[in-house]
Structure formats: structure tokens, C-alpha cells
């Protein structure tokens, strides 16, 4: 069984198109009748419009076997007024979900991926979390990437506010043990994780986690790392991937070559 990651594994962090074997991967994966679960820190849009995208893309998918953190936002975060950050359309798609962006007596603190945040939102997160304001993560990514350049991800930004504040935070997406365990029991309430293979391209914020709760991993450098040398030396031994390949493509010939 498979977890699989969709920005920089299925698609491309440049213009949104398929990966080299993405579809192929999928086609297989269906044909074998092997189950996989689509689990996305997506963000961005609508889980709908994320999820016909990717249909529209080639990729044969059941919407049932689909997850991300705006599924489980209204579990998390009981109120509607929150002070939220990150990329404009992830602020949009707060709106379009009904909630009301306050900045001057927010319920919670949501944070998300953006690529320029400032020293000004910084002090305005800290000042509200300073007066006890919750602070929720969408997802715990540690590395961004976006135009071909890489930032601080949302669970670096979150760490830095918990050192400053030494104010705790939730998170609603990947790795939480939560949403792991959601995608989980979706493919089967008998299921264990170490019968699932997690495949990202986010070795920290993702297959790190995974492979604390039993799964195995698979690394994939299609897209926030270049090489291998980049992150993996810098992993715990035992938190290291159990495979690394080069894309979708390849992860399929490793595939096959098992059987």
C-alpha cells in the first residue's frame, strides 16, 4: 500500500504539470490493484479543485482515496475568526471555506507557506500569541519552494515562534500522527503502518515522520531537493529513506524490478 505526496512528486513545483512516470505510477498502481492514498499539505485551493486538477492531469485517482489539511481544518480550528498567513490564495481559500480573516482579536493563529513573510508579521503572530492565541500549523514542511527558489517552510517558521513565545503549536497535516492515521483507516481499519510505503519529495516534513510511525519511504528528487546530498546526511540514521530515486518514473522500475 501507498501514501503518495503530490507537489514535487506527482507534480512539478514549476508549472504544475506531471511528473516524468507520475501517470504511468498511477496506471500501475490501479492495474496491480495495489490501494494508495493521495495524502497533500495542500493548501492553496479547494480540495475539489485540487483534486479535479489532478484528474485533469491524466492521473486516474478516486476522490475517496484523497486527503488533505482543509478536510480536517473545521476539526481543529473551532472558530471562524483567525488571524492567518501565508500566500494569498491560501488566505482565498480560508474565505471561500467561511472564514473570517481578523487581524485585531483573532481565535487562533493559522499559519501556512509563504514566501515572504516579514520581520511586521512576525511581531503581529508574536504579539497574539503573547496574549494566548492558539497557534496552528496547516502542515509542518520544513523547506518551501516556489519559483525555483527555496524558503523557510511552515514548520520551520512554526519552531521559530515557539522559540520566541515558548507557545506550543498543533498541526492538522503532514506529519502529524493525526492525519497519517486519517489517510490510514481510509485503506482499511486493520491496516498497520509498516504495510504502507510513503513517497515524497519532503524528506524532513514528511518521510521522516512517516518512518517514526513504522512506514517505509521512498525519497524522490523531482522536486524541493536537487540531490540527495543535500538533506540525507543531515537525517538520524534511523529516520533515513528506505529508498531514494530520481522521480515517479523511476520509483515504478524499482516497482516492477520487485516483482
Known amino acids: 500500500?501507498?501514501?503518495?505526496?503530490?507537489?514535487?512528486?506527482?507534480?512539478?513545483?514549476?508549472?504544475?504539470?506531471?511528473?516524468?512516470?507520475?501517470?504511468?505510477?498511477i496506471d500501475y498502481l490501479n492495474a496491480e490493484k495495489i490501494p494508495f492514498m493521495i495524502v497533500t499539505n495542500n493548501t492553496?485551493?479547494?480540495?475539489?479543485?485540487?483534486?479535479?486538477?489532478?484528474?485533469?492531469?491524466?492521473?486516474?485517482?478516486?476522490e475517496k482515496f484523497?486527503?488533505?489539511?482543509?478536510?480536517?481544518?473545521?476539526?481543529?480550528?473551532?472558530?471562524?475568526?483567525?488571524?492567518?498567513?501565508?500566500?494569498?490564495?491560501?488566505?482565498?481559500?480560508?474565505?471561500?471555506k467561511g472564514y473570517v480573516l481578523d487581524f485585531?482579536?483573532?481565535?487562533?493563529?493559522?499559519?501556512?507557506?509563504?514566501?515572504?513573510?516579514?520581520?511586521?508579521?512576525f511581531a503581529q503572530i508574536i504579539g497574539f500569541l503573547l496574549k494566548g492565541v492558539k497557534l496552528v500549523g496547516m502542515h509542518e514542511i520544513t523547506l518551501y519552494a516556489k519559483d525555483g527558489k527555496r524558503y523557510p517552510g511552515t514548520?520551520?517558521?512554526?519552531?521559530?515562534?515557539?522559540?520566541?513565545t515558548l507557545h506550543e503549536y498543533?498541526?492538522?497535516?503532514?506529519?502529524?500522527?493525526?492525519?497519517?492515521?486519517?489517510?490510514?483507516?481510509?485503506?482499511?481499519?486493520?491496516?498497520?503502518?509498516k504495510d504502507i510505503t510513503m513517497i515524497s519529495d519532503d524528506l524532513k516534513g514528511d518521510l521522516v515522520g512517516a518512518k517514526k510511525l513504522g512506514m517505509k519511504t521512498v525519497f524522490v528528487l523531482c522536486g524541493k531537493y536537487k540531490t540527495a546530498e543535500e538533506i540525507v546526511p543531515f537525517?538520524?540514521?534511523?529516520?533515513?529513506?528506505?529508498?531514494?530515486?530520481?522521480d515517479m518514473a523511476d520509483v515504478l522500475q524499482q516497482l516492477k524490478g520487485k516483482k
Do not use: W
Open 155 to 164: 514548520g520551520a517558521i512554526l519552531e521559530m515562534l515557539k522559540a520566541a
Open 66 to 96: 484523497y486527503v488533505d489539511p482543509l478536510m480536517l481544518l473545521d476539526a481543529c480550528v473551532e472558530h471562524r475568526h483567525v488571524a492567518a498567513y501565508g500566500e494569498q490564495s491560501f488566505l482565498d481559500t480560508l474565505i471561500q
Open 235 to 246: 537525517i538520524e540514521e534511523d529516520c533515513k529513506p528506505d529508498y531514494i530515486c530520481s
Open 44 to 62: 492553496k485551493q479547494l480540495s475539489q479543485v485540487l483534486f479535479d486538477y489532478l484528474v485533469g492531469l491524466g492521473l486516474d485517482l478516486d
Open 170 to 193: 498543533e498541526i492538522i497535516g503532514k506529519p502529524s500522527t493525526i492525519f497519517y492515521t486519517l489517510a490510514k483507516n481510509v485503506l482499511g481499519k486493520d491496516v498497520d503502518f
Open 104 to 121: 485585531e482579536n483573532p481565535e487562533s493563529v493559522i499559519i501556512g507557506s509563504k514566501h515572504d513573510y516579514t520581520g511586521e508579521d
Open 1 to 25: 500500500m501507498y501514501f503518495i505526496d503530490v507537489q514535487g512528486t506527482l507534480i512539478t513545483d514549476t508549472d504544475q504539470s506531471a511528473v516524468n512516470g507520475a501517470i504511468d505510477f
